[in-house]
């Protein structure tokens, strides 16, 4: 009979516990630790702020490499951890013969920021919390070890899901297909992806491009512009430059 299956795996997350194997898979004189700037945060918005590094006893602006390589390595063992309990899913379908014809989605819910803009956790718009990993495999229909550029969301994956076993949807659903993005990876699902925190009541809302990440916390004027491509790391917000003037209107359009 069809079968669905969700496997939530709670690792990696606080506390980073995983057996001690995988904690000497990483030495941590060899971990790379981000590098920490008083004035990284000058442009930035406060509410893009979230203030979880005092729980994992940071202090903002300054460096602790000892604590840093220490949850470093935790969290790459956890994430070691994580890959072998879904090692043991993929064989066992293939134990059993229904990998053949058997959809497999990895995913999680959210990124993790690893000491990037002096922030431990998670809840912040950065490109470090907002992009999270997906693998799909649909036999027959996927290439192995293939890449697509395409931006999609998590809430595209019940669609494209729904579509792979020719069961209908409701109407109203927001998601978008991605399956012709899977057959060809060139193919382009979305122009954009949205993401959302809450800071109370407030929310801080962002529109992700291929080029660009425009953010918004609850008005015009505090807001954030980063060109990914030649910033990837986010470090110096352009909303306040005249000369992108005309990208943080055609963006805000988009975001809403």
């Not at 590098?35 to 602006?61: N, T, Y």
């Not at 790459?76 to 134990?95: K, M, N, P, W, Y």
């Not at 382009?188 to 959302?196: C, G, P």
């Not at 660009?212 to 060109?227: F, I, K, M, P, V």
Request: hydrophobic share 35%.
């Amino acid at each position: 009979k069809p079968f669905f299956m969700v496997c939530g795996i709670h690792k990696p997350h606080v506390p980073f516990w995983a057996p001690r194997k995988y904690f000497e898979m990483y030495p941590k004189a060899s971990l790379v630790v981000p590098p920490v700037s008083i004035d990284d945060w000058k442009d930035i918005p406060q509410r893009a702020m979230v203030r979880r590094f005092r729980a994992f006893g940071f202090e903002l602006g300054k460096s602790n490499e000892p604590l840093s390589r220490s949850y470093i390595q935790a969290y790459h063992a956890c994430i070691s951890f994580v890959d072998t309990q879904i090692g043991l899913v993929l064989t066992t379908l293939e134990r059993t013969g229904r990998a053949r014809d058997t959809i497999v989605v990895l995913i999680s819910d959210h990124g993790y920021h690893l000491g990037e803009h002096s922030m431990w956790g998670k809840v912040t718009l950065f490109e470090e919390c907002a992009r999270v990993p997906m693998i799909v495999r649909v036999p027959g229909r996927t290439i192995a070890g293939t890449r697509s550029e395409s931006l999609v969301e998590l809430v595209d994956v019940f669609p494209t899901l729904s579509q792979l076993c020719e069961i209908s949807m409701p109407e109203g659903v927001q998601g978008h297909s991605f399956v012709r993005t899977l057959e060809r990876p060139a193919h382009s699902t979305r122009d954009s992806a949205y993401t959302v925190v809450t800071r109370g009541t407030m929310l801080g809302r962002s529109i992700r491009t291929k080029r660009w990440r425009y953010a918004e916390w609850g008005s015009e004027t505090e807001n954030e512009l980063y060109d990914l491509t030649k910033d990837p790391a986010e470090q110096t917000n352009l909303a306040r430059q005249d000369e992108f003037e005309a990208t943080v209107v055609s963006l805000r359009k988009v975001l809403r």
